[in-house]
């Protein structure tokens, strides 16, 4: 082999060599650079955002449209245990029993806050808004901390006077 057929070959120009390797430097150089400022204005727009966010969170707060977590008084949980002992009480006696036309098959027959089925003689409440069944100890503790009905999400208020009606009887 001779230095001409070195001088020939594609992969060694001896006079193309440093500028062949300052485009690529300079290209890497470049593409990296685009590469920081891309990341550097994604911080400062993810900042900025980040701020704003936290003013507007800072003004609704301070014009009262979100209730502060430190009030004084605390939030509304559930009824208080005189209203939901006022709440009407039976014996489980079967739906026929208790006046109401079974219009929602078997999910009537259930306890919607523990999910087991009535059986006779267990104490039942009826609320009297919506007309809806529950045991009496589920309902009890549910209410406990909420004062809305679980199925429908009606309040549970008692009128002022609770008239017994005819299915609030212990049969027997």
Known sequence: MSDRDDDDSPFFHRGDSPDLNSRILLTAIISLSVVVVVVT???VYARCILRRQARRRAAIRDIGLITRIHSDEPPKRGLES??????PILVYKG???HGRVDETGPESQECAVCLNM???G???RVLPNCNHLFH???IDKWLGSRSTCPICRH???PGPTILPLP??????
Request: aromatic share 4%.
């Open 95 to 97: 739906l026929e029993n």
């Open 82 to 87: 005189s209203v939901i002992t006022s709440l």
């Open 118 to 120: 009535f059986e006779d």
């Open 122 to 124: 267990q104490m039942i």
């Open 167 to 172: 299915r609030e009887r212990v049969l027997g």
């Open 41 to 43: 204005m994604l911080h």
């Open 136 to 138: 009496a100890e589920c």
């Open 155 to 157: 309040e549970v208020e």
